[in-house]
């Protein structure tokens, strides 16, 4: 299919236009990324996600689809070749459909939370809760992954790429808070499943190196602190 007709209107440091990118690398559709900036919204974004106003949002024959885990399974269903990035048993693919609502609305907070720490009593705090989501995404990617090296299986799954597109936000927290949150002493299958899933083809030049992501976190620190300030 050509890449004009399909659009994703994305900003790079995003791990949420990431994941996006990823399932289109996977599934070989070649597509046209329009760089957004946030502080300054296009009207191509606003017109395409007027709920939200945010990226990522694919524009597919014309048709805008918003919210990337929205926009992952229409790339499965609309390109229903393999790979398939859903599980076909209908078990299964509830079960990773749980677990993916587990880590954008409970365990990627944590993360967050852990890097906006300012003090050591509150990072110690949120590292622990950090380590016990890891410690039940772990348990999930060994039931899930059935001995083999993802937690689709022998490929890169829904859960793989849903995961995945964190991974560049967890080595610059790493750098951010100088803890390993990935440690191979508490999560030793969950980070030889990182290193795979990075040294992917289809994950490859897409995720921002950990240090540009962490430059684009103190950056965003110190805007926030300074339009703090200027309002009170």
Not at 51 to 65: A, N
Not at 106 to 133: C, H, M, Y
Not at 166 to 193: C, F, H, N, Q
């Amino acid at each position: 299919m050509a890449a004009s007709d399909v659009k994703l209107l994305g900003a790079r440091p995003s791990p949420f236009v990431n994941r996006v990118q990823v399932a289109l690398n996977l599934k070989s559709i070649d597509y046209e990324f329009i760089p957004q900036n946030l502080a300054d919204k296009s009207e191509l974004l606003l017109k395409s996600n007027p709920v939200h106003k945010k990226v990522p949002v694919l524009i597919h024959g014309g048709q805008p689809i918003s919210e990337s885990l929205v926009i992952v399974q229409y790339v499965d269903e609309v390109w229903s070749g393999p790979p398939s990035l859903l599980p076909a048993d209908p078990y299964d693919r509830a079960t990773v459909r749980f677990w993916a609502a587990y880590i954008d609305e409970k365990w990627s907070p944590l993360v967050r939370n852990l890097i906006n720490a300012t003090d050591e009593q509150s990072k110690a705090a949120a590292a622990e809760k950090v380590f016990e989501g890891l410690k039940l995404l772990e348990d999930a990617f060994v039931n899930s992954s059935k001995g083999k090296g993802f937690f689709g299986g022998e490929k890169l799954g829904f859960l793989d790429v849903v995961l995945g597109c964190y991974l560049g936000w967890v080595r610059a927290g790493e750098i951010i808070t100088g803890l390993k949150i990935l440690d191979e002493t508490k999560t030793a299958a969950l980070v030889g499943w990182a290193e795979r899933f990075t040294s992917n083809k289809a994950v490859d030049g897409v995720i921002p190196e950990p240090e540009e992501l962490a430059n684009f976190m103190k950056m965003q620190a110190r805007a926030a602190a300074a339009a703090d300030a200027s309002s009170k």
